[in-house]
């Protein structure tokens, strides 16, 4: 199995430089976060952008679904700032024969405290396991696409009722 893991930056690539959240976006983590974990599957990783979710727009979210769609690989991994990874997970749907699993972290994977190596271990599990379509893994759950938001009260992804 080959999974292959698209980055756009987003909060688990930052790297802060002082109390005013002065940051910048940096090298893609998840590939050292794998290797670290001993994940003995085949991946790739390619970056696609290193913007903050906020910053990502609609020619960013159709240049990772024209790299997702001409990837041979079934299993999608897309790293992404967690404040519009809804909005790109629904911008991915319809894609036939792949299951495509967004996930990101609400601290940067560079902080001792980071919930990074968590989502991406569920990530790249769920990737392996659900069926075709889009899905967000956050906070130890899998939501589809168009059926979830960040709860920014709380800082979690929720189910949409």
């Not at 749907?93 to 972290?105: F, H, N, S, T």
């Not at 396991?129 to 979830?148: D, Q, S, T, Y």
Request: hydrophobic share 40%; net charge negative; proline share 3%.
């Amino acid at each position: 199995m080959e999974l292959a893991i698209f980055t756009t930056g987003g909060t688990i690539d930052k790297i802060y430089f002082d109390a005013k959240n002065t940051y910048h976006i940096g090298e893609p983590q998840v590939g050292e976060i794998l290797r670290q974990a001993g994940v003995t599957l085949s991946f790739t990783v390619e970056q696609v952008c290193q913007k903050d979710s906020l910053e990502i727009t609609a020619e960013d979210r159709a240049e990772l679904r024209r790299r997702i769609e001409a990837s041979p690989a079934r299993h999608v991994l897309v790293t992404h700032g967690t404040d519009t990874m809804s909005l790109t997970a629904e911008s991915l749907r319809g894609i036939p024969g792949k299951a495509i699993v967004l996930a990101g972290a609400m601290q940067p994977a560079r902080f001792r405290e980071s919930d990074a190596v968590f989502n991406l271990g569920g990530a790249v599990m769920a990737a392996q396991l659900l069926p075709e379509g889009v899905w967000i893994a956050m906070n130890g759950r899998c939501f589809e696409a168009g059926k979830v938001r960040k709860n920014l009260e709380k800082n979690i992804f929720e189910a949409l009722t």
